[in-house]
């Protein structure tokens, strides 16, 4: 293979390229990691899915070939800023990996998954990333999913919560500002389609990227979906984001800290009765769409249309909050009954492990026999 595309490979064919850009919260972490997941088997069909290193399911790792460190995702860029050059030297690693893999196992497919290659970059940035790609072939289709807008945004609450991250304001034409810089860098119209289960094969967003564009390539596959990234409700992700719910759940987020604390309402949210997926407030579910002038373009441009969307609201007016500023339990429809359970949960479950913890200090200090454990040690020796 001379690596520019143009020497045949398996049955005459070139190996073709699939970059998936996202968006995000449009079941990516499940596509990516049902593809890690079932990487060497893939191989063996002629699909290469790389490991993506310290980005492990997806392939974010990658963005410093062709994005400044300060574009980078927040994590990405704090663990490079001190040192810009590791972030390059490390995307190069990878990328040589990714070739190595490509030569010897010849693969009719090649395919590469991160949301952030949709990060706000130039038509520069991936007019770069298009000629790294074509180092591998000059088959390449880029590859986005969207989602109802106000139920996107809904689900982008639930991350940042659980990332203990401030609710995102509202961006209503995101897509119409930055996909055709995607299609001008890459020369080429981006394939979208609909992330709603009906739209989907079998209602599922791996069951429909695999048909649309592993089975063309090299026949019947068969995958197993993944949950990962599971949802919250509502009630968890006002208690991750609201400070205003007592001393009780403040002490109790105090002591352990926001990844514990985050697990404890995971598992009060799993365990009190009445758990429903977030929903948006209806006042603020509707001012989200009629921001969303990018559900007109998608649905003019590619022919997208959500099925529950009424796009006569839309007009592009802004809503007149900062969603930003404002407490979750002012977006999301919220069960006071269920979050009074919750919370009683969680401090509870604080409480339980204090009680714990103390109890294994004492342990500690005075041994099993019950004595002092440094005296005891004293006379031993």
């Known amino acids: ?55 492990r399911e997806n392939h974010r790792y990658l963005c410093p070939l062709f ?3 300060a574009d980078l995702p927040p994590t990405m860029a704090r ?28 693969p009719a497919l090649l395919v590469l998954s991160s949301e952030y290659f949709f990060r706000s970059p130039t038509k520069t940035d991936y007019a770069a990333f298009r000629r790294r790609l074509e180092e591998l072939s000059q088959d390449i289709e880029v590859v986005m999913y969207v989602r109802e807008p106000a139920s996107r945004f809904a689900s982008r609450m639930q991350q940042g919560a659980k990332r203990g991250r401030p609710i995102r304001s509202i961006d209503g034409d995101q897509l119409r500002r930055e996909l055709p810089l995607v299609e001008q860098g890459f020369g080429r119209k981006v394939d979208v389609h609909l992330f709603e289960r009906a739209a989907l094969v079998d209602g599922d967003i791996v069951s429909d990227f695999v048909s649309r564009y592993v089975a063309p390539v090299v026949g019947p596959v068969i995958l197993r979906s993944s949950d990962a ?7 968890a992700a006002t208690l991750l984001i609201d400070a205003d719910h007592g001393p009780e759940v403040r002490a109790a987020r105090d002591a352990m800290g926001f990844l514990r604390f985050r697990d404890a309402v995971q598992r009060a949210d799993a365990e009190v009765p009445g758990r429903k997926a977030a929903r948006l407030r209806p006042e603020v579910a509707q001012a989200v769409r009629r921001a969303s002038t990018d559900a007109l373009w998608l649905r003019d441009r590619y022919g997208v249309t959500f099925s529950d969307l009424d796009y006569g609201l839309i007009d592009g007016v802004a809503p007149d909050y900062d969603t930003a500023r404002m407490r979750a339990a002012e977006l999301l429809v919220v069960d006071p009954d269920r979050l009074s359970a919750m919370k009683a949960a969680v401090g509870s479950g604080a409480r339980r492990k204090g ?16 004595q002092p454990v440094r005296a005891a040690a004293g006379r031993r020796s």
């Open 1 to 55: 293979m001379r690596g520019d595309g143009s020497t045949p490979l398996r049955g005459g064919h070139c190996m073709k390229v699939i970059l998936h850009i996202g968006l995000s919260k449009t079941g990516t972490t499940a596509l990516q990691t049902s593809f890690f997941n079932a990487r060497r088997s893939l191989l063996q069909q002629g699909v290469c899915y790389p490991d993506g290193g310290q980005g």
């Open 67 to 69: 994005m400044a460190v």
């Open 229 to 235: 990234n599971e949802s919250i409700s509502a009630e």
């Open 355 to 370: 009680a714990q913890g103390f109890a294994r200090r004492i342990m500690w200090l005075f041994g099993s026999a019950g």
């Open 79 to 106: 663990r490079y800023h001190a040192d810009p050059e590791a972030a390059r030297t490390d995307a190069e690693a990878m990328w040589a990996g990714i070739r190595r893999t490509v030569e010897a196992a010849d």
